[in-house]
């Protein structure tokens, strides 16, 4: 679900502002292909620095970045927890 303000013309000015041709993820510091759609791994997202559960303004230029969608997800969930075999038996 798309906080408020998510789909706003604001939003789409800002989006619009940072996917450039010269685009680089804030995270990686790699260049993003703008040309890749969600959800491949390398296409562009936006990634708030302060994010909005921690009162960041998610319509702030200053707040926002791009970033890749891999690089962004895997800031904003947990590490991945590998999966392990178990030979547990129920
Ligand atoms: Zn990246």
Same mark, same amino acid.
């Given at each position: 679900?798309?906080?408020?303000?998510? +789909?706003g013309?604001?939003?789409?000015?800002? /989006?619009a +502002?940072?996917?450039?041709?010269? $685009?680089?993820?804030w995270?990686?510091?790699?260049?993003?292909?703008?040309?890749?759609? *969600?959800? @491949?791994p #390398?296409? *562009?997202? /936006?990634?708030?620095? /302060?994010?909005?559960?921690? #009162? #960041?303004? &998610?319509?702030? =230029? @200053? !707040? $926002?970045?791009p $970033?890749?969608?891999?690089? !962004?997800? +895997? &800031? #904003? !969930? =947990?590490?991945l927890? =590998?999966?392990?075999r178990?030979?547990? =038996?129920?």
């Amino acid at each position: 679900m798309a906080p408020p303000g998510m +789909s706003g013309y604001r939003w789409r000015q800002l /989006v619009a +502002s940072l996917r450039t041709p010269d $685009a680089v993820c804030w995270i990686c510091g790699h260049s993003i292909d703008i040309e890749l759609k *969600f959800p @491949a791994p #390398g296409s *562009f997202t /936006v990634h708030h620095r /302060v994010p909005r559960s921690k #009162g #960041g303004d &998610l319509l702030d =230029r @200053a !707040n $926002a970045v791009p $970033a890749h969608l891999r690089c !962004n997800s +895997s &800031l #904003g !969930n =947990r590490p991945l927890v =590998r999966r392990r075999r178990t030979s547990r =038996r129920w």
